[in-house]
């Protein structure tokens, strides 16, 4: 069945003048300009076109593939403001549309900002939306721990780095679990770190396991070895210094320097770690 703001695979039923009549099923006949049409296309092929609604409403398709489709988010970037909303630029003719009731804040041209795009009930416009928590879940239904999944950078706060997850919930990963600053708009690989009794999520960039904290240990031990058994990277360095050395965050850091503590390795002062 079509699905408007996302990609369909549609039949070509009729060659015009000026583009390709295509079957919309129940939507009917669907044009796709000219200007999209590949050389190559006849009736009876089936192309891959995405669909959205013209300036005048009217259903139509194209070959271009849009930033971002229907129950995505993506980090866009403001052209126009006027009395209906903002509009972003997400690579098609026309812009995007975020009413003024969507946005978290007033958008402003020039700026990017990460919205989550849907399909409005009413008018069956493709609609973008700053309001993520209006539109993503922010307990983890349908997720697990040790997870990986895809993140979109969308916040900051006291306590870390707000992150867009899987298109579908919202986290947030500790400044303790981010290896340095993270950027708006960011797009990284992360991992379910943990589920809080409250079912809010807890988030990592790297693999949340023992192998790694254990591979670390033996890094960090061979490390002491040959630099007379002292390291000035303790934990309560900077995270951004902890990865330039270890390549992990400094949670990850502290659990392997608490490993190393515990099995009387290593003793751990503010200043320095010094080898046993």
Known sequence: MLKIGEMNRLRVLKQVDF????????YGNILLPKRYVPATAKIGDELDVFI????????????LTPK?????????????????GAFLDWGLPKD????????????????????YVYLDAHTSRITASSRLSHHLEERANGLKVQQEVELLICGRSDLGFKAVINNSHLGLIFRDNAPRTLLYGEKLKGYIKEIRPDRKIGL????VNSKVRDELTEVILNFLKENDGVSTLTDKSDP??????????????KNALSKLYKERKILITKEKITLV
């Open 52 to 63: 959205y609604l013209d300036s005048d409403d009217c259903i139509i398709a194209t070959t």
């Open 240 to 253: 951004e210094d902890i990865y330039a050395q270890y390549k992990v965050s400094k949670g990850i850091y």
């Open 96 to 115: 995007l549309l975020v009413p003024y009731n969507e946005q978290l804040k007033p958008m402003e041209v020039g700026r990017s900002y990460v919205v």
């Open 204 to 207: 990592s960039l790297q693999p």
């Open 19 to 26: 583009g390709l009549f295509l079957d919309g099923e129940k």
């Open 68 to 84: 971002v489709m229907v129950g995505q988010c993506a980090h866009l970037e403001v052209k126009d403001v006027n009395a209906v």
